[in-house]
T-cell receptor
Framework: EDKVVQSPLSLVVHEGDTVTLNCSYE??????LLWYKQEKKAPTFLFML????IEKKSGRLSSILDKKELFSILNITATQTGDSAVYLC?????????FGAGTRLTVKP | NAGVTQTPKFQVLKTGQSMTLQCAQD?????MSWYRQDPGMGLRLIHY???????DQGEVPNGYNVSRSTTEDFPLRLLSAAPSQTSVYFC??????????FGAGTRLSVL
């Protein structure tokens, strides 16, 4: 059965820390992997990864995919309280998307 | 920019009642989908549609019906609500790029 597993499930850090969030997957017909950030309401798109080894970067956030080992990481450097959210990993298969349970990140001042 | 619009934002139902959650998008996206989100379980796909007139089941379709008569609208119907359907429901749409854009969600409680 296809699955997407995120770790850790929750994480508490202080402002300025660097965090690494993990996403491993076992799916058939893999097309791409996406990262979303969810605060109070709807998930908002962060990155889409389709090729191994190519880092995607946006400000303090970056992500990379390893299609051989079937995982992705999301890095956040110099964390801020505004980074507090649930981070969701999702894998796109042929016609649908399978989500992990998410990592709840709390950044304390 | 409206994007993906869901109504209502909140709803309380009694067991056995029926209702329709509305979803509309103005981005001319072919692909639309419905998810439910429960604590600790991420988002789970209920139904999806790759275009008008075409729908298919996702991971957790039981107890829900959908139809797609137009590109813009993708309503989700609960025929006989059960307490197990208490959840937050998200509608999403996308183009062929696979990046899905989500609505603000509907919080449903079934008593």
């Amino acid at each position: 059965e296809d699955k997407v597993v995120q770790s850790p499930l929750s994480l508490v850090v202080h402002e300025g820390d660097t965090v690494t969030l993990n996403c491993s997957y076992e799916v058939t017909n893999f097309r791409s992997l996406l990262w979303y950030k969810q605060e109070k309401k709807a998930p908002t798109f962060l990155f889409m990864l389709t090729s191994s080894g190519i880092e995607k970067k946006s400000g303090r956030l970056s992500s990379i995919l390893d299609k051989k080992e079937l995982f992705s990481i999301l890095n956040i450097t110099a964390t801020q309280t505004g980074d507090s959210a649930v981070y969701l990993c999702a894998v796109v298969r042929n016609n649908d998307m399978r989500f992990g349970a998410g990592t709840r990140l709390t950044v304390k001042p | 920019n409206a994007g993906v619009t869901q109504t209502p934002k909140f709803q309380v139902l009694k067991t056995g009642q029926s209702m329709t959650l509305q979803c509309a998008q103005d981005m001319n996206h072919e692909y639309m989908s419905w998810y439910r989100q429960d604590p600790g379980m991420g988002l789970r796909l209920i139904h999806y549609s790759v275009g008008a007139g075409i729908t298919d089941q996702g991971e957790v379709p039981n107890g829900y019906n959908v139809s797609r008569s137009t590109t813009e609208d993708f309503p989700l119907r609960l025929l006989s609500a059960a307490p197990s359907q208490t959840s937050v429901y998200f509608c999403a749409s996308s183009t062929g790029s696979n990046i899905q854009y989500f609505g603000a969600g509907t919080r449903l409680s079934v008593l």
